[in-house]
T-cell receptor, first 111, second 117 residues
Framework: GNSVTQMEGPVTLSEEAFLTINCTYTATGYPSLFWYVQYPGEGLQLLLKATKADDKGSNKGFEATYRKETTSFHLEKGSVQVSDSAVYFCALSSFTDKLIFGTGTRLQVFP | DTGVSQDPRHKITKRGQNVTFRCDPISEHNRLYWYRQTLGQGPEFLTYFQNEAQLEKSRLLSDRFSAERPKGSFSTLEIQRTEQGDSAMYLC???????????????FGPGTRLTVL
């Protein structure tokens, strides 16, 4: 079945450091891929998305590229801020449109 | 605010009691989804509706769980004879059904946190 695997956290970084959160997936067909973010005390928000191979999703300085050959969708940001501290979820959707999430990666950024 | 709303935000109940949660989707979104999120895990799909039709149910949705969307607008999720293992955050999401796209962006509500004592 379809599944998503993402790196365990927490990821602890200093402000302005480079961020990578790894995500790989298993899916039949051609899923769409997403990164959602959950800030403390808030609901899930869509951060970025990619709908086909080689697409790059980007938002708020975050980027992720849909790599079909490695079945990956790693999240990157060149310079993190304290305000980026949150839990990040990688997810995929297939033809039924339900989302399948990874377990989440907590990011902690210190000044 | 025109986002997805859920009520109540928190519910504490005793084992064996029934509980019902409500979700109001974004107006004109015809798809509505329910997910469950336990501590330290990602959300897990429970069921979804297109308008009033329930199109898919997860195996996680035991016969104690029932969901409805009677007029294709708001939805309710009822859990009968609650168990401690039902303690979780219950999330609702909605999306428009767009033609000629292979995905529908889902917008999530704040969730209902259920604690079963």
């Amino acid at each position: 079945g379809n599944s998503v695997t993402q790196m365990e956290g927490p990821v602890t970084l200093s402000e302005e450091a480079f961020l990578t959160i790894n995500c790989t997936y298993t899916a039949t067909g051609y899923p769409s891929l997403f990164w959602y973010v959950q800030y403390p005390g808030e609901g899930l928000q869509l951060l970025l998305k990619a709908t086909k191979a080689d697409d790059k999703g980007s938002n708020k300085g975050f980027e992720a590229t849909y790599r079909k050959e490695t079945t990956s969708f790693h999240l990157e940001k060149g310079s993190v801020q304290v305000s980026d501290s949150a839990v990040y979820f990688c997810a995929l959707s297939s033809f039924t449109d339900k989302l399948i999430f990874g377990t989440g990666t907590r990011l902690q950024v210190f000044p | 605010d025109t986002g997805v709303s859920q009520d109540p935000r928190h519910k504490i109940t005793k084992r064996g009691q029934n509980v019902t949660f409500r979700c109001d989707p974004i107006s004109e979104h015809n798809r509505l989804y329910w997910y469950r999120q336990t501590l330290g895990q990602g959300p897990e799909f429970l069921t979804y509706f297109q308008n009033e039709a329930q199109l898919e149910k997860s195996r996680l949705l035991s016969d104690r769980f029932s969901a409805e969307r009677p007029k294709g607008s708001f939805s309710t999720l009822e859990i009968q004879r609650t168990e401690q293992g039902d303690s979780a955050m219950y999330l609702c999401a909605s999306s428009p059904r767009l033609a000629k796209t292979n995905y529908n962006e889902q917008f999530f509500g704040p969730g209902t946190r259920l604690t079963v004592l």
